[in-house]
């Protein structure tokens, strides 16, 4: 038996007593990929990115493992209720226009110290000032770094489009904006880097933009290390107190855990292993969050159809945001309905070993957005379920 084959053996017999849909978290494997995260970050701290994990159980659990301290989220309100249950490094990755939001951080004491919001304006200094509502907290800062990579003269341009703080001299300006402004206290930078850590370069069937997408990340890490190292520079001659600097991604850890420059590593969709990570060659994790469909129709020789399943990921549109038929192996989907609201065929051998009922389990595209379709996740160990924990949507909580 192969291990594909005895995880679905696992799987199918710990959740034998549950109907489908079902989410599971394989405990093994979260560990073992939290242990390997740890291992590429060379001894630099890993602050778990919430939005890849939507889960405070698990979040705690990860937090409670030696090699990782404080929580990247991604909305202000996300990062209150975080800090609130608890949780006392949170910083808010993504400027907010939340003005109420801003008025509770702005009049808690103990938010004020535990959350830091980034920003890259001005103009968000002045949206925060407006909204603080009477509350004279002081407000801890971060400001981003654009990591883009641009060729010919600035004309191409690869990467994300976030901050527009490109260079070392337009971070020193924000930074000392930040530092004459009364109630803000600059303590951090970050700088994501997708086009390395989120963009696969093992692409199976397309060797040539595999190397190609190899060839850039190359040129794009050559490039950032420089500009970053003068940034962080630039940015403590105004800022000497600053606290970190966030770098990093699941898919560029160990690139940039060697910068000197980087004091902590942004890491979490490594923990759940999702389908996108399966293009690679930088690491190999463990898939670990998993979800089943039920098998309600047998249409004909080869084909079964289970119950919706179409759960597409955010980002551009394309069969890579889908998520994959992973168990058994060699399901396929129609190419004429694909995964759907309502129903899904499945194509393959393997369905005509299936029986209504059974389960088929998938693997979604990205991580954390799967338990925005699952109240609960089922947590595995072995052949048992030891524990049933709530997704942030299981607690009543949807922050986008």
């Keep these: 038996m192969t291990a594909r084959a005895a995880d679905r053996t696992r799987y199918d017999r710990a959740t034998a007593h549950l109907d489908a849909p079902v989410a599971v978290v394989d405990l093994e494997a979260f560990d073992a990929n939290a242990d390997d995260l740890v291992r590429r970050a ?30 990247m989220s991604f909305t202000l309100a996300e990062s209150l209720w975080l800090a609130r249950a608890g949780f006392d490094d949170v910083l808010l990755a993504y400027p907010s226009a939340d003005r109420s939001a801003y008025a509770e951080l702005a009049a808690d004491p103990a938010l004020a ?27 801890r800062v971060c400001l981003e770094l654009d990591t883009s990579l641009r060729l010919l003269g600035g004309r191409i341009r690869i990467g994300a489009l976030r901050s527009p703080l490109r260079s070392p ?113 930088s690491f190999r994790g463990r898939p670990a969050a998993l979800f089943a469909q039920p098998v309600v129709r047998r249409p004909g020789v080869g084909v079964v159809t289970v119950l919706g399943g179409g759960y597409p990921a955010s980002g551009a549109a394309g069969a890579d945001r889908l998520p994959v038929p992973y ?27 299936l029986l209504i009922g059974d389960k088929v389990w998938f693997r979604h595209a990205k991580a954390g957005e799967l338990c925005e379709r699952f109240d609960e996740l089922r947590l595995i160990e072995g052949e048992r379920i030891t524990a049933t924990v709530p997704t942030y949507r299981g607690e009543g909580r949807a922050f986008l």
């Design 42 to 71: 060379g001894g630099k701290p890993v602050r778990v990115a919430s939005k890849s994990v939507r889960c405070r159980a698990l979040l705690e659990r990860v937090l409670a493992r030696p090699g990782f301290a404080g929580i």
């Design 113 to 139: 110290a535990a959350v830091t919001v980034v920003v890259d304006d001005p103009a968000q200094l002045e949206l925060i000032d407006a909204a603080r509502a009477g509350g004279g907290e002081e407000i």
């Design 169 to 281: 001299a337009q971070l020193a300006e924000l930074a000392r904006a930040v530092e004459r402004r009364p109630g803000f206290r600059l303590v951090g930078l970050m700088a994501y880097e997708g086009h390395v850590a989120g963009v696969g370069d093992s692409v199976a069937g397309r060797p040539l933009r595999s190397r190609a997408v190899r060839l850039m990340q190359a040129a794009a890490r050559r490039e950032l290390t420089d500009r970053r190292a003068e940034a962080v520079r630039a940015v403590r001659a105004v800022a000497p107190g600053l606290e970190f600097v966030n770098g990093g991604g699941t898919g560029s850890v160990q690139h940039t855990a060697a910068e000197s420059a980087v004091t902590e590593i942004a890491a979490g969709s490594g923990l759940y292993v999702p389908r996108l990570f399966d293009n690679y060659t």
């Design 327 to 353: 168990l058994p192996a060699g399901l396929r989907y129609d190419p004429q309905e694909g995964p759907g609201e309502a129903q899904t065929p499945l194509l393959g051998a393997p369905a005509d070993d």
